[in-house]
């Protein structure tokens, strides 16, 4: 392989060439020219934009390259790995065509390779143009406020899809000017002679079977129309007879809108579930007509009537209502419990159930119609009906049967004889295979062979990722092709409509986010990519989303496969509100044919998705599971990431602090089994970080600026409930105002959005004024580490086959939705996304108070404990207990091992500890923790070593959210750094030794820093 180098680029009609970055897109060739600003520093954008006119047109790109001699029958290949849009290819002049299409390549994710011996000039200089042709519908450039929000989502540019739809803006990224159009990927010649090995991958077949399942639950009703309605409309559904109901499911219905995120699942704020016999009287769904009851363990015992709920809140995918329960009184003075009220589950006859709306949510001031996407009506529990989702394996792994699939072609006009081999060195396997090719022939090869015992990949956190080398050569191949693989079986069964991902026999809790784009300018190299994927996986994350398919980078596939990521894989669909269906459609399935080509081969690709949020069009709807099912039978494929098998359902926002809300509305969002493809927090970068893409003028206090990197006040994504919990952690008296303004693009003229903007602008001044910067960004860091933590320990709760937030990673300097932020520094939330996607854990549920424990392993443990301790605001221990599990089983969640005592706190805020992860409580005012930030400094004392940092809290003091970093001698962040664990809290008297991943490629000295949330820098050499 021979890259091609030394590019130049201009615009189509004759402006004058300046040197081009390939790979790169057109504007990233002019910002590293220096002949405009970089877009993604503080108001950069700002001052870009008015080109847009400038990128938004044809570009010419222009390279020499040097052939040696022709030797006998060589042919030379030109390569493109990824262009974007259209383009022409000429050499020496020479156009370079493919097939029946109008141009060279068409779409922005499709590999084009051309042979090119008949216009090359061996043994000299040869010219490459290539004529880059823009979008034909680009699209509007959207601005952002602080009132105003991020502005409308996408646009027309989904017309040309496939192509970098996002490059059009999002409320997650501005407008691109140009659209990100260019040579994005690498071009280089190969050279050789003989047949062609085309797209080799291997499938592996493990032993894999079914051990049990329960899926015994059936649906009452049969067929459901959607219903949707406003406050007090009703709903009554007949099912033709009286009979046992024990559960209603309630799927919320799923809005294809991105103008108001918030209304993709459209569930009432408040609602009530009745049953009736003869359709004439009524009574709760979960009343009880009283009576004997069987009681496990206990025998038949009386129950008087139970009333039941009368009121449900609506919850953001679905619902699940338990019908009758029986409320028992129970002597259990000989298990040391006294005399408990014991509900038991007490299915009650019925034959028409009634559905009513009490209270709409508000979105913007306006109520929100509630609409029921589908009702399922069971005879069973909604635990019974969980538990019909699960199935057991089991795993025979002494034998597995391999089959090397790839095509072979003949580019001659005359007969080959080409021998295929396949060696796998490690597994001891060297197969030959013969072929007769025909002039100008393309066959389709396999090679099936059984190993012993090869060692398993497995998803991160379930086991190792062992990746095999295959190479495939041989008399007469052209080029040798050299693979990696994974041993490894997907299995996808789906119960109830519920899709369940299994790897290797074991199920897999997906848990990760979303990937918007790469990076903005499409600039990330295959060692960021490796960095970024690492993150992840350092994260315990098991799952990233390639969102409408935005990266397309083989180094991201590969970091995935080395980390142990699984990859939900787009095609590229937004929503259809957020674009319109694209206009060439043979286009499109010729791009998504190459895609999976070229992606099949990876052990973490996971499963593939037709659309955003919505169904794609015909012919795509019937051509893309037909494509998939075709080229690659392994995986499973579904049309709507919102929409069953799995669920969407948001919000993007942070859940307003006190109340039943906060961290307690993360876990009552985990309402069904159902894989969840989208929830979002802001997530407030660190200091340094700011600093890097805002300018002093910018930094403080809140400003328009603020609002270009996403923090706006209005729709998609609001920083109002960040301002919300802000005063939970400061205190401080300003006033947050209610967003009453309609529509994602607010009028000017409009009065109630001149008093919005107004009421914001106030706010901001007094926020201000009240905060510095400094106390802004550590009280964001708790937050941010709290509010992540509680997403993603609701899946520990009860079963769940996962929750991808939105998103886990920037593309671009943001205030919004990730983890790591664009310079690849860890914030608080990271770190909290971190603890609550560990494998095997206690977390505390806020709702209950309860102590849960949990284990997304295959692993079994024996004689774990748990170790609970409480202090109080001091750092006072006043209470510590041990909870001893004998067994601890695979794929456990919601094993409640004790409730949390904080009566002996003489303090209301309070730290739990549970082993080594620390709650912050307020017993008496949830989520008050004003009381946190008036702590005095503690006392701290640091020892460090090459790749460690020891801290010590010498003092009598809490040292709460210590946060590490490692700086040069120029004050420069070494990132990223891979900690053992960071933001984390020690007791007066507790220290703590952190292991530091990273790598460093300067010669200057080091330094270990740590601070804490009410304590200044210490730092250790």
Known sequence: MIPITDWQVRRADGNQLIPAKVPGTVLASYIDAGIVPNPLYDDNWNKLITRDDFFNFDFEYRAIFVLPERNPNERVTLNFDAINWKADVYVNGKKQQHGN????????????????????????????????IRND??????????????????????????????????????????????????????????????????????????????IASVNLLNGFEAWSGGEGGALTVDLGSEQTVGGVTLLWGTESGGAAADLESRFPALF????????????????????EVEVRFFGLRNAEPNGGISEYEGHSISDSIQGGTAIVPMDLTSFNMGNVDMPIFAPQKARYIRFTALKCRELNGKAVDAKIQDMKIYAESPEQVEQSTAREYNLDDSETKLTLRCEVRNPYDSELTPTVKLDIEELGVSVRRPLTLAPNETVSVEIPLTVKKPKLWWPNTYGEQYLYVAKISGDGIFEDKTFKFGVREFTYPTDGNI???????????????????????????????????????????????????????SAFYD?????????????????????????????????AEDKIKKNRAHAALACYCGRN??????????????????????RVYFQNSASAPVGSGGGYSLALPGGNRGIKQYFDDVTSPVLRSERGIPNVPNLESLKKFLTPEHLWPINEVWALHDWTYHMNGPANSYMAA????????????????????????????????ADVYKMIEQVGKIYTIEQFSKAAQMINYDNHRGLFDSLSVRRSNGLLMWMSQSSWPSFMWQTYDYFLDCNGGYYGAKAGCAPV???????????VVSNATPNRYEKITVEVTLYNLNGKLVDKKLYDIETLEPDTYGLVIAKADFSKSDTDVCFLRLNETTYWHNRKNYQDYRAIGALPEPTLSLASGDKYLSVFNTGDTPAVCLRLRITDDDGNDILPVYWSDNYFTLMPGESTTVIAQFSNSSNKALHFKVNSYSEPLLSST
């Open 137 to 214: 519908t680009p699209g509007l450039v959207t601005f952002q406020g602080l009132a105003e929000g991020p502005g409308p989502n996408g646009g027309l540019l989904g017309a040309d899809n496939p192509t970098l739809h996002a490059s059009v803006g999002w409320d997650w990224m501005p407008t691109i000017p140009g659209r990100n159009i260019g040579i994005y990927g690498e071009v280089y010649l190969t050279s050789g002679t003989g047949a062609e090995i085309i797209d080799p991958w291997i499938e592996t077949k493990l032993g894999i079977t079914e051990k049990s399942a329960v």
């Open 841 to 851: 854990k206690a977390i505390f549920d806020p709702r209950t108070e309860e102590i």
């Open 101 to 132: 299409r109008e141009h060279s390549i068409e779409g922005a994710f499709i590999r084009r390779v051309f042979d090119i011996t008949d216009s090359a000039r061996f043994g000299e200089t040869n010219v490459l143009e290539v004529l880059i």
């Open 499 to 553: 899709l369940t991902i299994y790897c290797n026999g074991t199920r897999i809790v997906c848990k990760g986010g979303n990937w918007g784009m790469d990076d903005a300018l499409k600039g990330d190299t295959a060692e960021i990519l490796d960095a970024k994927v690492h993150l992840h996986a350092h994260a315990n994350m098991t799952m990233i989303r390639n969102w409408i398919g935005m990266t397309n980078h």
């Open 613 to 634: 949020e919505g169904d794609p069009p015909e012919p795509l709807f019937s051509a893309l599971p037909e494509l998939c099912q075709r080229l690659d039978p392994t």
């Open 559 to 591: 970091a995935c496969d080395k980390y142990g990521v699984l990859i939900w894989d787009d095609f590229w669909l937004a929503n259809p509100v957020d674009g319109p269906n694209p206009n060439d459609y043979a286009m499109f399935l010729e791009n």
């Open 272 to 291: 009530r579930l009745e049953s009736s016999a003869d359709g004439k009287t009524w009574r709760n769904f979960s009343a009880f007509n009283g009576g």
């Open 726 to 757: 802000l005063k939970t952690y400061l205190g401080g008296e300003f006033d947050i105002p209610e967003d009453n303004v309609q529509g994602q693009k607010p009028d000017a003229s409009d009065p109630v959005f001149k008093r919005y903007k």
